[in-house]
Every structure is written in C-alpha cells, then in structure tokens.
C-alpha cells in the first residue's frame, strides 16, 4: 500500500461495510459469521470516518469547524428531502417526533451519522481548548456512559442510578451512538494522528480486534446490548488501524472519496429498489431471502445510482476535511 491514497482508498471499504450492516450478507449461511462481519469488523466505518474528519479539522487547528457543519448541513438538507418519499411510505411521524429524530437520530437510520458528526465536531473543538490529555479524558468519559447505553446496557441498568440516567438520555435519543458519547472521542482520536510503525500498527490492530471479538461475542452471550455499535475495545482498535492508514498514506483519490460518499448515501435506495425488483421479476429468493445474493445486488445497485449521480458532486467535499468525513 506504501504511495498510494491509503485513506481515500480505505473510505471505499468502509462504505462497503455499511451495506454490509444493512445487508447481512452472511446472514443465510452463518449467523456467527454475519454476527462477526457485520457488529463486530464492520463497526470501524463509521469510527473511521469520524477520524478521518478530526484528523483533518486537527490539520487547520480546527479553523474550518464552520465550514465543516455548513457543508455537513447542506447534505444533511439534501438526504432528508431524498428519504421523504420513504418517510411518508413507512408512515411517517408526528411533528415533535418528526423534529426530534432529524435534531438526533435522523430522518432514516443511516442519517444518524449527520447530526452526530455536526454535534460531536462541536463538541470535539471546545474539548480541543483543554490540551490533548484532558479532551480525551473527556471525551473517553462521554464514550464510557455511552458504552454503558449500548453494548453494555444489560450490565449498567443492573444499578438503579444507572438505569435512571439512560432512561432520561433515551427520552431524547434513540441511542448513545450519537454525537453527544460517540464522537468526540473518535473524532479527538482521529485529530491526534498518532501514528508508529507499520509493524506496530498491524500487529495492534489485529490484537486489539481479536479482543474486541472477544468482548462483542460475550456481550451478546450475556443478552447486555441494546445496541452494538460501542465497545470497550472499538477506541483502541481504531487507533492502531488508523495509525496504520496514516503511515501507509501518500497523496488522495478524491474520486475514491466522492463515489464512498455517495454509496453511503444511496444504499438504503438500492435496498428498497432491489427489494421492489426481485418481487416484480419473481427473484425473491434469490435476491433477497438469499442474504448474499441480497448483499451484491444491493451493491451493485448502488454502485450504478452513485455512478450515474455525478451532478451531485457540488454537494461533495473537494478537500478531505469536508463532510460527511468520507
């Protein structure tokens, strides 16, 4: 990988995990193996473009924070008004509701990402003032009570207090997964750009993720998560992988960068249109009750939409600093 736009690159990967997760493309042959590609490997994606995003705003001593949340914003804005026709099919919402959901969670479920990311920027900056050490101190304590509300919650609501406090934190988020515990610590990570040998960073990563297979395996034999986005072991996991990327990287792709945005995007389209499709051609088993034939269609759906949205490009970053951190 040595000379070649490693971080650019790895934005495609990542954009391919998160059809992953959607998709369960293991799910009809292995319910271990779907359970491992998708809530334990797959869940660096998004910590890595959280990263990515800090590792950038870091760069220009966070000068381009506005910047950053004016373009995160605008295609926020375009997404919602996209998903709209798929609200209003699933029913959509009350107002207050409505309103609540596009402030935290998003108006659909990988929208979540665009509120998360503006806020935990915020936040991330303002930590930044207190010197390395003590922003991620911070930051480590918020993705703490965090963990305790996702992979960890059946542990944490063991006591009384505890339970308390996440149920207030649920009255107003869906999940900790949001940018108040996620992604200020990603995001501060990320803007440390700590980086050591390659040696060392491969050897980390394959370590760090070992265990945090262990500890995503024994969560869901103990039945604690409600969610399983956050784990102990995600930080450090994510640090020596990043380390990695970072030693590895040499210049930018940013058609890599613009066509991984937009398969994030556009990929819950290409699940409904696949879906749609196979009913009409009498290919339901084959292309969606068959996981992985679902999986490559749905990828292969949305690598033609976001092929053929090349006019969306004005929306997309020019630099890598730009939302949504691909």
């Given amino acids: 990988m040595s000379g070649r736009p490693v971080l650019d690159r790895f934005r495609l990967l990542a954009a391919v995990l998160v059809v992953c997760i959607h998709t369960g493309p293991l799910a009809s042959f292995t319910e271990a193996g779907d359970f491992w590609l998708t809530r334990v490997l797959a869940r660096v994606a998004v910590p890595f473009f959280f990263m990515t995003s800090g590792y950038f705003l870091a760069r220009s001593g966070w000068k381009n924070t506005g910047?950053?949340?004016?373009k995160s914003l605008l295609l926020y804005g375009a997404a919602v008004l996209l998903y709209l026709p798929v609200n209003w099919?699933?029913?959509?919402?009350?107002?207050?509701?409505?309103?609540?959901?596009?402030?935290?969670?998003?108006?659909?479920?990988?929208?979540?990402?665009?509120?998360?990311?503006?806020?935990?920027?915020?936040?991330?900056?303002?930590?930044?003032?207190?010197?390395g050490p003590a922003a991620l101190i911070a930051a480590g304590t918020?993705?703490?009570?965090?963990?305790?509300?996702?992979?960890?919650?059946?542990?944490?609501?063991?006591?009384p207090a505890a339970e308390s406090f996440y149920e207030g934190v649920f009255r107003f988020f869906s999940y900790t997964r949001n940018g108040l515990f996620f992604a200020p610590l990603l995001?501060?990570?990320?803007?440390?750009?700590?980086?050591?040998s390659?040696?060392?960073?491969?050897?980390?990563?394959?370590?760090?993720?070992?265990?945090?297979?262990?500890?995503?395996?024994?969560?869901?034999?103990?039945?604690?998560?409600?969610?399983?986005?956050?784990?102990?072991?995600?930080?450090?996991?994510?640090?020596?992988?990043?380390?990695?990327?970072?030693?590895?990287?040499?210049?930018?792709?940013?058609r890599a960068r613009r066509f991984s945005a937009l398969v994030y995007l556009l990929h819950p389209l290409s699940i409904i249109l696949v879906r749609g499709a196979a009913e009409a051609a009498g290919m339901r088993s084959l292309f969606v009750e068959n996981s992985l034939g679902h999986f490559c269609a749905v990828l292969a759906a949305t690598s033609v939409l976001a092929l053929a949205a090349g006019g969306l490009r004005s929306w997309l970053p020019q630099r890598g600093e730009g939302p949504p951190g691909f």
């Fill in 89 to 131: 099919y699933n029913g959509g919402a009350a107002p207050l509701e409505w309103g609540r959901r596009l402030l935290t969670d998003g108006t659909l479920y990988h929208l979540w990402y665009f509120p998360a990311v503006i806020l935990g920027v915020l936040i991330a900056r303002n930590l930044a003032r207190l010197g």
């Fill in 187 to 196: 995001l501060l990570l990320g803007a440390a750009g700590k980086r050591w």
């Fill in 67 to 70: 910047r950053f949340v004016k």
């Fill in 198 to 254: 390659s040696r060392v960073s491969l050897t980390g990563a394959i370590l760090s993720m070992a265990l945090m297979t262990a500890e995503g395996f024994y969560v869901r034999i103990q039945g604690w998560p409600r969610h399983d986005s956050m784990y102990l072991s995600l930080p450090l996991c994510m640090v020596f992988l990043f380390s990695l990327l970072l030693e590895e990287n040499r210049g930018e792709d940013r």
């Fill in 142 to 159: 918020l993705y703490l009570l965090g963990v305790g509300g996702d992979s960890w919650y059946g542990f944490a609501a063991r006591f």
